[in-house]
């Protein structure tokens, strides 16, 4: 077997009358990502570190933001194409571990359904899926609430 790790990494801005999509879910606030897709950060990253891992090169040149075709697309239907280019590749799923860097609102109390949310998507269970939130104590674009960031680390197997 041999195991593969990838990194991932997604910004998005904030404004208000946008939704805020994390995980798959819709958070309820004044502010949401500004995007082509749905802006979900989190699946951004993680779709990142997987194709990174896999070698596949990245999200933008699976799915470019000029597509016309993906505006406004449901950011978990780009991770389960992710997910087949991978399984073309036969890779499977080990852990993955991730960070989400938002001021507001605390997201703490969603993570479980995050999980779950990523888990069907991705069919592995969510004890492979770890997420964490942190603020970026009022510093930079994350603490003043101009944007959101995510970082994903991925352990792959090749089967």
Same mark, same amino acid.
């Given at each position: 077997?041999k195991?593969?790790?990838?990194?991932?990494?997604d910004?998005?801005?904030?404004?208000?009358?946008?939704?805020?999509? @994390?995980?798959?879910?819709?958070?309820?606030? !004044?502010?949401?990502?500004? &995007?082509? !897709?749905?802006?979900?950060?989190?699946?951004?990253?993680?779709?990142?570190?997987?194709? &990174?891992?896999?070698?596949l090169?990245d999200?933008?040149?699976?799915?470019?933001?000029?597509?016309?075709t993906?505006?406004? =697309?449901?950011?978990?239907?780009? @991770?389960?194409?992710?997910?087949c280019?991978?399984?073309e590749?036969?890779?499977?799923?080990?852990?993955?571990?991730?960070t989400?860097?938002?001021?507001?609102?605390?997201?703490?109390?969603?993570?479980?359904?995050?999980?779950?949310?990523?888990?069907?998507? @991705?069919? =592995? !269970?969510?004890?492979?899926?770890?997420?964490?939130?942190?603020?970026?104590?009022?510093?930079?674009?994350v603490?003043t609430?101009?944007?959101?960031?995510?970082?994903?680390?991925?352990?792959i197997?090749?089967?």
């Open positions: 077997m195991i593969r790790v990838g990194f991932g990494y910004v998005h801005q904030l404004a208000e009358g946008e939704e805020l999509w @994390l995980g798959g879910i819709n958070i309820k606030h !004044s502010k949401g990502s500004v &995007g082509h !897709s749905d802006g979900d950060v989190l699946i951004h990253a993680i779709c990142d570190a997987l194709l &990174g891992a896999a070698n090169r999200i933008g040149f699976h799915f470019p933001d000029n597509d016309p993906l505006k406004g =697309i449901d950011s978990k239907i780009l @991770l389960d194409k992710t997910i280019i991978l399984r590749k036969s890779f499977e799923i080990g852990n993955i571990d991730c989400i860097a938002l001021q507001k609102p605390k997201i703490k109390d969603f993570i479980p359904d995050m999980q779950t949310t990523l888990a069907n998507v @991705l069919k =592995i !269970s969510t004890e492979d899926i770890a997420i964490k939130a942190t603020t970026t104590e009022k510093l930079g674009f603490g609430e101009d944007g959101i960031a995510a970082y994903a680390t991925v352990l197997n090749k089967i």
